[in-house]
């Protein structure tokens, strides 16, 4: 009769002690649904709370922080606002300009260009860049001669996706975000040799159609197809007409955000 009474004695405690702990876990499991989880330790976090962080910084920082409760101490990732662009590309032939030279036209051929470039992230889907670029273009049948273009260039980018997404306490970074941009620039451009078309450049416009492939937080790479239109004093030799010449290439580009 004494060990059943122990036993049902420890039956009693192991329920009590049982029902501690499920209240003590469903409470902690309300807390997380209701507040978030809790990541005070994370230097590169910031605090949910704080409002006047969102009205100072606008959209961009709203993108992640946006429908949270005030009282919550839930810290997330905020992207950064600046980040700078460094790549190249390829000219694409029957996308640009053939060259003249008397009474024909030369194709391009082994063509490429270099840019490096710094931007702002102004809100979750618009940014504005500044970039310079450096072309060399070369032509098919023209073995010594090619010409050099150098651009400053303005331009305005439009994400068609938000780069973050929030479901719950989980903040989700897209892989894959398509973009476009547009707008215009200025420089110099020469055609090396004799009679050669040289002088000062406007590009109006200027349009970028890419996706952008996201490493991680801090890095990325855009692919993208470029087009310009220069308007000049010609595209090759023994010539001075003004009009308009079209250029376009293929851009791969390493975006890291600071």
Not at 60 to 75: F, I, K
Not at 168 to 185: E, L, N
Not at 222 to 228: E, M, P, R
């Amino acid at each position: 009769m004494k060990k059943i009474s122990y036993f049902v004695g420890a039956c009693i405690t192991m329920a009590v002690c049982a029902s501690g702990f499920a209240a003590d876990y469903s409470g902690r499991f309300r807390n997380e649904i209701e507040n978030g989880l809790d990541n005070k330790n994370t230097s590169n976090y910031i605090d949910a709370t704080s409002l006047s962080y969102v009205g100072t910084h606008g959209e961009l920082g709203q993108e992640v922080l946006y429908d949270m409760n005030p009282s919550c101490e839930y810290r997330i990732f905020h992207p950064s606002s600046m980040y700078i662009r460094i790549g190249g590309g390829l000219n694409v032939p029957g996308a640009t300009k053939k060259a003249r030279l008397g009474g024909e036209t030369h194709k391009s051929h082994d063509s490429w260009n270099a840019m490096v470039g710094i931007g702002w992230n102004m809100s979750s889907y618009v940014r504005t860049e500044l970039d310079f670029q450096e072309s060399i273009f070369k032509f098919k049948d023209l073995n010594d001669m090619d010409a050099h273009y150098h651009t400053l260039n303005g331009m305005l980018y439009f994400d068609f996706a938000r780069r973050y997404v929030r479901t719950g306490d989980i903040i989700r970074r897209r892989t894959f975000v398509p973009f476009m941009g547009i707008g215009a620039g200025i420089g110099w451009y020469n055609f090396s040799g004799d009679d050669g078309a040289d002088g000062f450049l406007t590009i109006a416009p200027r349009a970028e159609l890419g996706i952008n492939l996201r490493f991680n937080d801090t890095i990325g790479l855009d692919v993208a197809y470029q087009y310009q239109m220069n308007i000049g004093h010609g595209f090759g030799w023994n010539t001075s007409r003004s009009g308009v010449d079209n250029v376009g290439n293929v851009m791969a580009m390493i975006r890291i955000n600071f």
